[in-house]
């Protein structure tokens, strides 16, 4: 077969979607992708910048013979006849499914005299995979985890990109008008290569960033905090990681972020408080700070040690990662010193000195930590 065709909205596009973009390619030389806009539906992302995370996810695979075409006005079967494509390809994944895309079918070809419709259905795993799936992933803690398993990279860092780029916008006001004239330059500058979005960033990254905010919105939903103490915080982390791995810096990554946060011009009010929670994550400084949100703060910055262990594992993962240029026995001796510091204080209930924190992850911290002190040893 010269040419096959593939439609939807793809918003986002998935990895159930790429399985049968994958299958189309086994079956003709070229592909064509048709993207709909869709009047009726309120898509995350315009259909511009949908079909450059397509045409991304399918370059990372090495796929060069793929077209992306948006589609307006007009029907996707008759589009590919006029095309000279006489197939589109469709994944059915339930019978519902498959009543729904036959009548589909039926239509294409009896009353608009379009292109025909070829049926696949994909492997177990990606069976429940659908965009509308992945959209309702979105908000508790932990959500950009499991939404990274259901989609290709451009898809997943375009969505934590621009969910991020809602939650730095409603710290200046629901109107963009009334934020800071700078706060858009320095959006870029902290998900940019300099900062949280920087290749050498295993884990003090965009997916740092983007779980901390998640654990202030929850802790905050379950204490009911003042909506100036979550901004604070939001701040406060926003900044915290801004610097990272300066080893020639003459104070350490916290000191340089907080000087950072001073320095942007942002802060106003909260500019000395806000310094003040990001040098909490010092632990040179710590113990001289005095802050109401302190152990809020230290209870969101390692509430990383307290997730699942598949979590927990790639996070260790990462951080070794991180210190990737030291040798393996030293890093081993050095990360053991570091886990069994933390692990004491989690058994004795000072790890989280905020009770939220304490209740939600001090149990699995210690699970998680011993575990990795334990391989460590090996």
Avoid at 163 to 170: C, F, I, S
Avoid at 263 to 278: F, H, R, T
Avoid at 308 to 327: G, K, S
């Amino acid at each position: 077969m010269k040419r096959i065709a593939f439609s939807g909205t793809l918003d986002p596009i998935t990895n159930g979607h790429m399985w049968v973009i994958g299958e189309a390619r086994a079956m003709a030389e070229e592909v064509t992708i048709f993207l709909s806009e869709n009047t009726l539906k309120k898509p995350q992302f315009p259909a511009e910048e949908r079909k450059r995370i397509i045409e991304m996810s399918a370059a990372e695979r090495g796929w060069d013979n793929i077209e992306v075409v948006i589609v307006k006005s007009d029907y996707t079967a008759r589009v590919a006849k006029k095309r000279g494509i006489e197939y589109l390809i469709r994944g059915i994944r339930t019978t519902s499914d498959f009543d729904y895309e036959n009548l589909i079918q039926q239509t294409n070809v009896d009353v608009l005299h379009g292109a025909k419709t070829i049926f696949v259905m994909p492997p177990r795993d990606l069976g429940s995979v659908s965009s509308s799936f992945v959209r309702t992933l979105q908000g508790p803690v932990g959500w950009h985890w499991n939404m990274k398993k259901f989609v290709p990279r451009p898809a997943y860092q375009a969505w934590i990109i621009d969910w991020l780029h809602k939650d730095w916008n409603a710290l200046w006001g629901a109107d963009e008008n009334s934020a800071p004239a700078n706060a858009t330059q320095w959006f870029l500058r902290l998900v940019g290569p300099t900062a949280y979005g920087g290749a050498a960033r295993h884990y003090h990254n965009l997916d740092h960033l983007v779980h901390g905010l998640t654990e202030i919105k929850a802790w905050a939903g379950r204490v009911g905090a003042a909506q100036a103490d979550v901004d604070l915080l939001k701040k406060a982390f926003w900044f915290h990681d801004a610097v990272y791995a300066d080893d020639n810096a003459p104070v350490s990554d916290e000191e340089a972020s907080a000087q950072l946060w001073l320095g942007s011009g942002l802060g106003g009010a909260d500019a000395k408080p806000c310094a003040d929670l990001i040098r909490c994550t010092d632990h040179f400084q710590v113990s001289a700070i005095e802050h109401p949100l302190k152990h809020v703060m230290l209870g969101v910055d390692l509430a990383i040690l307290g997730q699942d262990a598949e979590i927990y594992d790639t996070y260790a993962a990462a951080i070794r990662l991180e210190y990737q240029h030291v040798p393996e026995g030293e890093y081993r001796a050095k990360r053991v010193g570091a886990l069994t510091h933390l692990c004491t204080k989690a058994e004795s209930g000072a790890l989280y000195g905020n009770p939220y924190f304490a209740s939600q992850y001090g149990e699995a911290a210690v699970d998680n930590m011993q575990r990795e002190i334990d391989e460590l040893r090996r």
